[in-house]
């Protein structure tokens, strides 16, 4: 090979090294990171110290042949005087040898992999228990046992994209879709597990003491459509008593005052709100069972997320974007852009008018099409964020 040939390689070369460097560079390194190497609680340490030793045994078979296969080509290259090598073909030795090895660190990896699945399958003593409906694209949560926070809790609160959670305290989870298939995944908590229509699975996260206080962000983790990728969601881990408070304040539905200032910005009138959204205070049925409808069958299966303490969130639209700026202060323009065209916000299949007939629409209809103008939306948005009108 001519010198200038190897130089183009070693080009090549330098050129994959120094973009290794950079794309590691942009790893994020924030404390919200998705990232299943650093587990902040049992689970996803359990599924990291299951994989660790096998990357390390892999990595050594890996440079083990890769090496092998250079010597040898390299050795054996064509030039004058270079004879073919001792033909093994057949040699049985060798072919048993090279059949049992790889069988044996099979069935080591095997082992321990299996009892872990069987071990995080079992549901945990003293779980909370929530059930996770996978939606078109948010994420919606049923807190079903809350009498285990405190005795006298006879409520469920039903919650969207932001998962509150005790920490040090198992949570099971019962993941449900009435549409397609998705897959939840919090990677610094638990390993993903596929949410899909027609079948109920489990299973369990949780995060240690020390990580009260702190956010955990994940994500969709299985294409459902237009926008599976902003289908993201938050796990914010509360100290046991700031849990226990959560609960209660997410109990609370709104004032007969707040219910008629509603209906006088058009969110239980004009606009039908209601038709996809749960706001709690408005119709006092609905109050007493705020489950999901038929969640098993989809029938009837609310479509928005429940509103009634949006303000209480850090995000909306699946949790795509920040409810409040870095300074605590709500960010009334972003959602009021929301409200008013929400499908320019985020990928929808149903950029129209709120109740266009013949069409099927996933995600929040255009109400700017709808006749709503800039300042409706951004009142309705002061509105929701608790704020003077
Ligand atoms: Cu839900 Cu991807």
Redesign the pocket.
Known sequence: MTTQRWRRRAYGVALLAAATFVFAACADNSEHEQNGLEPHGPVARKQLDLLTPWVVVAAVIGIAVVSATVFFALKYRERPGNENPKQIHGHSGLEITWTIIPAVIMVAMAVPTVSLIWELDKKPADALEVTVY?K??WWEYQYTNLDTVSADIDYQVNTANELHIPAGRPVYLTLRSTN?I??FWVPSLAGKKD?TPGRDNHMWLEADPEEAGKVFYGQ??????LS?AD?RLRVVVDSPEDFAAWVESQHEVWSEERVAQAADLGITTTWGCTACHYLGGVDPAVDTDITDTDAKTGENARFGPNLTHLADRSSFAGAKYDLYDENGNPDVDALTNWIWHAPERKPAQCNKPVAASGTRCVGMPNFEKSGMTQADAAAIARFLLELDQ
């Open positions: 996978g078109q694209w397609v998705h897959s949410v969709c983790a299985e294409y459902c459509g599976h289908m």
